[in-house]
């Protein structure tokens, strides 16, 4: 690339301190670039308040947009997933994509992408796009829930005989299928099993695969004052601290979590666990147990790096995942994960020996596996080894240099 080229890259979330993983993985790429000298520009995409560029460095933009109409108005039928914009397009950024040599959408089903994929075909400027969310089985997850708050009868047709939950889910599948044909190149993560991508069908454009960075200068192996570290938290000195980062939410596995250390207190485990993180369903989890549970809101980088340095466990029941975020900097931080086959259990290099993955979600098998790990001192020690010794994780820089530029610099 000699001269400057312009890249612009489409989140169609908002970009806000509680924002999930897949808005802070761009988020992280554009900070680590802060400080070097680029010779293309990034400009970012993200929803916001309002209309507004922010200039992050002299070759870095976030370009916020308003949403035309925002999946927050649907709040009231129980979809609290991170807010994005479900207009069909938006005209100003269509124009405003004119002048790009590159577009890549970090979605397929949304109006930003929609966006891209017109401005792409218009102006004949090359597409690629990213695959960071299991769309599909969030949306099942979602319409399931919405359909069982209707009358009797009707959930039962809709649900059962009709099965409206995975037709839409489906439906996704296919036009994300269809997206992707559209496209130079499509990353996916590299956490998705074969399974969660086989309605890709046989589609015979490049794909590779993205993994994730972690910011080495917070999450690293610390020594940690424990005693003022747990009095801060008013946690009990004698206890084992369980810890849970991410959405305080049932799809994370947050209420099975509450139960777990219900029985694990039952049991007469002397055990806090701690969940910090934007707090949706706490209530619901302080409900279920309300003893030697701390609902922590969200909290900054470098405490939540703390916790992971000193907590005995940490545990995310969470099976709605893409390689979560969190498991890489708890390891990163020497922390012994307990995650679902179906979550975290693609992080953990070998079951029992640098991790536990457990493949359901009964809270007596979890707590029955979490309770013989507690009580073997040796067992966490030797663990905690083998997570650092198995602790080699890219940084955001090299996940942007060696991933995205080099084949995005090879398709313009």
Same mark, same amino acid.
């Given at each position: 690339?000699?001269?400057?080229?312009?890249?612009?890259? #489409?989140?169609?979330?908002?970009?806000?301190?509680? +924002?999930?993983?897949?808005?802070?993985?761009?988020?992280?790429?554009?900070?680590?670039?802060?400080? !070097?000298?680029?010779?293309?520009?990034?400009?970012?995409?993200?929803?916001?308040?309002?209309?507004?560029?922010?200039?992050?460095?002299?070759?870095?933009?976030?370009?916020?947009?308003?949403?035309?109409?925002?999946?927050?108005?649907? +709040?009231?039928?129980?979809?609290?997933?991170?807010?994005?914009?479900?207009?069909?397009?938006?005209?100003?950024?269509?124009?405003?994509?004119?002048?790009?040599?590159?577009?890549?959408?970090?979605?397929?089903?949304?109006?930003?992408?929609?966006?891209?994929? #017109?401005?792409?075909?218009?102006? !004949? $400027?090359?597409?690629?796009?990213?695959?960071?969310?299991?769309?599909?089985?969030?949306?099942?997850?979602?319409?399931?829930?919405? &359909?069982?708050?209707?009358?009797?009868?009707?959930?039962?047709?809709?649900?059962?005989?009709?099965?409206?939950?995975?037709?839409?889910?489906?439906?996704?599948?296919?036009? /994300?299928?269809?997206?992707?044909?559209?496209?130079?190149?499509?990353?996916?993560?590299?956490?998705?099993?074969?399974?969660?991508?086989?309605?890709?069908?046989?589609?015979?454009?490049?794909?590779?695969?993205?993994?994730?960075? /972690?910011?080495?200068?917070?999450?690293?192996?610390?020594?940690?004052?424990?005693?003022?570290?747990?009095?801060?938290?008013?946690?009990?000195?004698?206890?084992?601290? $369980?810890?849970?980062?991410? !959405?305080?939410?049932?799809?994370?596995?947050?209420?099975?979590?509450?139960?777990?250390?219900?029985?694990?207190?039952?049991? %007469?485990?002397?055990?806090?666990?701690?969940?910090?993180?934007?707090?949706?369903?706490?209530?619901?989890? &302080?409900?279920?147990?309300?003893?030697?549970?701390?609902?922590?809101?969200?909290?900054?980088?470098?405490?939540?790096?703390?916790?992971?340095?000193?907590?005995?466990?940490?545990?995310?029941?969470?099976?709605?995942?893409?390689?979560?975020?969190? /498991?890489?900097?708890?390891?990163?931080? %020497?922390?012994?994960?307990?995650?679902?086959?179906?979550?975290? %259990?693609?992080?953990?290099?070998?079951?029992?020996?640098?991790?536990? /993955?457990?493949?359901?979600?009964?809270?007596?098998?979890?707590? %029955?596996?979490?309770?013989?790990?507690? !009580?073997?001192?040796?067992? $966490?020690?030797?663990?905690?080894?083998?997570?650092?010794?198995?602790?080699?994780?890219?940084?955001?820089?090299?996940?942007?240099?060696?991933?995205?530029?080099?084949?995005?610099?090879?398709?313009?």
């Amino acid at each position: 690339m000699n001269s400057r080229k312009k890249i612009a890259i #489409l989140i169609d979330l908002e970009s806000n301190e509680k +924002s999930g993983g897949h808005v802070k993985f761009w988020e992280r790429i554009s900070q680590s670039l802060e400080k !070097r000298k680029l010779n293309i520009d990034l400009v970012f995409f993200f929803l916001g308040k309002k209309r507004e560029i922010i200039k992050v460095s002299e070759n870095i933009n976030f370009n916020i947009y308003k949403p035309g109409f925002s999946s927050s108005n649907l +709040s009231f039928l129980g979809i609290d997933a991170d807010s994005t914009d479900l207009s069909p397009i938006n005209l100003r950024l269509l124009f405003e994509l004119k002048n790009y040599n590159l577009i890549h959408s970090t979605d397929q089903l949304h109006c930003m992408a929609k966006t891209a994929k #017109l401005a792409s075909k218009i102006w !004949r $400027i090359p597409l690629t796009t990213s695959y960071h969310t299991d769309t599909p089985s969030y949306t099942e997850y979602y319409v399931l829930e919405i &359909l069982k708050k209707l009358p009797n009868f009707l959930n039962k047709l809709l649900i059962k005989k009709l099965k409206v939950h995975k037709k839409i889910s489906n439906s996704q599948k296919e036009k /994300i299928n269809k997206y992707i044909k559209n496209c130079k190149f499509a990353f996916f993560n590299d956490d998705f099993s074969n399974e969660q991508l086989s309605f890709l069908k046989n589609n015979k454009i490049k794909v590779g695969k993205i993994s994730r960075g /972690i910011d080495k200068k917070i999450f690293f192996k610390k020594n940690i004052n424990k005693k003022s570290f747990f009095n801060k938290y008013k946690i009990n000195q004698d206890n084992k601290l $369980i810890f849970f980062c991410g !959405r305080i939410h049932k799809l994370k596995g947050a209420i099975l979590l509450a139960k777990i250390n219900k029985i694990l207190l039952e049991e %007469g485990c002397n055990v806090t666990t701690v969940m910090a993180g934007e707090n949706i369903h706490g209530e619901e989890c &302080l409900n279920v147990c309300n003893k030697k549970l701390l609902i922590l809101d969200y909290l900054n980088p470098t405490e939540v790096s703390k916790f992971y340095n000193i907590c005995d466990l940490f545990v995310f029941p969470s099976i709605f995942e893409t390689g979560p975020q969190v /498991i890489l900097e708890a390891r990163a931080c %020497g922390a012994v994960c307990v995650v679902s086959k179906d979550g975290g %259990g693609k992080r953990i290099k070998k079951n029992g020996e640098d991790g536990v /993955i457990l493949n359901n979600q009964s809270p007596e098998n979890w707590s %029955g596996e979490i309770i013989k790990l507690l !009580r073997n001192k040796k067992k $966490i020690k030797l663990m905690k080894e083998k997570v650092q010794l198995s602790n080699n994780y890219p940084s955001w820089e090299d996940i942007f240099y060696d991933i995205f530029f080099e084949e995005w610099k090879s398709i313009i």
